[in-house]
Nanobody, 115 residues
Framework: VQLVESGGGLVQAGRSLRLSCAASGSTFSINAMGWHRQAPGKQREAVATITSGGGSSSYADSVKGRFTISRDNAKNTIDLQMNSLKPEDTAVYYC?????????WGQGTQVTVSS
């Protein structure tokens, strides 16, 4: 399985961004998927997770009510809609997929929120 993220960039505080992650390869082996982020000097943290069927999702407390994760299994993609962005959301965002074999990570996309 390979994952490719897109949609990062520079945005002002209060605005929105939408990240996308496209999976390819043995996508039949993918279970849950999600997004993590890592800010400079900090550990990588989970942001949002969505189950294989897309029926259930979970969020970090810091993004609840502002971020929404969605999944389209027909297209093998997940998205992260990020609203009301804050400077503390600045980080590299990584897509991940839990497969039958291991967890796969994308290369990451930079999100920078200016105040």
């Amino acid at each position: 399985v390979q994952l490719v993220e897109s949609g990062g960039g520079l945005v002002q505080a209060g605005r929105s961004l939408r990240l996308s992650c496209a999976a390819s390869g043995s996508t039949f082996s993918i279970n849950a998927m999600g997004w993590h982020r890592q800010a400079p000097g900090k550990q990588r943290e989970a942001v949002a997770t969505i189950t294989s069927g897309g029926g259930s999702s979970s969020y970090a407390d810091s993004v609840k009510g502002r971020f929404t994760i969605s999944r389209d299994n027909a297209k093998n993609t997940i998205d992260l809609q990020m609203n009301s962005l804050k400077p503390e959301d600045t980080a590299v965002y990584y897509c991940n997929a839990d497969t039958w074999y291991k967890t796969i990570w994308g290369q990451g996309t930079q999100v920078t929120v200016s105040s």
